[in-house]
């Protein structure tokens, strides 16, 4: 890997892959987002791993897509590359993700924190879809997840002006969970990770899979997809463990089966 570095138990249970191109704010190359993506689906066939981390540095999480590979291109160029199938990839990731944000999250890399499944700030972090100032628009689901995240006016406004939202904004607005003080996001974010994974990873899977299908579906539609994972974790030895571990009143030990 020449551009991320992955500690694949940073904690116990809890991986930690950090974006690693410093000098140019870890823009989002094609190289990186495919070294994400594989180690993402190594991370998810790892038995050992139930909460996932994905952090830049304290002055970028990351800046975008990298505008200088992307400036000379075609639309037929960009259709052949079909960067976005890495980014499919990527948001078919099973276990739950924590994208730990400090400094700049912009475009691609604003998009590449609401691909995750919670968000911890650092009080510096800044977060935008900037592309139209380079006369494009967000490609990564920016339009989509920030309008969901945020609402309409807010996300038309920062689509269509590529004004940046701080990190209170953000909070404030609901696209992230919490902001902290900088020298304690990424413990924070360990602690939120360490919480998602103390719980049994099978529940964790077909929770995070259901909330996702609130986007993609009607409510009745939603209710049933629901209901049958909800049925599934029954078949878990976690099932078991879980409920045993409340009636006998002691630490459920959930195994992932
Ligand atoms: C390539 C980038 C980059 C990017 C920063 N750099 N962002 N290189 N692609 N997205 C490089 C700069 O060229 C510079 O390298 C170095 O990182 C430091 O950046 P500076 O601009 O000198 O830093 P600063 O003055 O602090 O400004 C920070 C900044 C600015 C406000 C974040 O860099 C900026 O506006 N970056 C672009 C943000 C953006 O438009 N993102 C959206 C991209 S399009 P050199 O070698 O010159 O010193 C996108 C589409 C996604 O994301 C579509 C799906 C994937």
Known sequence: M????????ARPH???IQLNR?????ALNLQLMGELRDTLKQLDDDEQVRAIIIAGNE?????????KQMAGKTAIDMLNVDQFSTWDQIRKTKKPIIAAV?????????ELAMTCDMIVASETATFGQPEIKIGVMPGAGGTQRLTRAIG?????????????????????????????????YLEEAFRLAADVA??????????????NRSFETQLDEGLHFERKNFYLCFASDDQKEGMAAFVEKRKPDFKGR
């Open 198 to 211: 103390q719980m049994s990873p099978v529940a964790a899977r077909l929770a995070k899979e259901a909330v």
């Open 102 to 110: 400090s400094g700049f999250a912009l475009g691609g890399g604003c």
């Open 2 to 9: 020449e551009f991320i570095l992955v500690d694949p138990q």
């Open 152 to 184: 309409k006016a807010k996300a038309m406004e920062m689509v269509l002006t590529g004004k940046f939202m701080s990190a209170a904004e953000a909070e404030k607005h609901g696209l992230i969970n919490r902001v902290v003080p900088v020298e304690l």
């Open 14 to 16: 809890v991986a930690l």
């Open 22 to 26: 410093p000098k140019e704010l870890n």
């Open 59 to 67: 002055r970028a999480f990351a800046a975008g897509a990298d505008i």
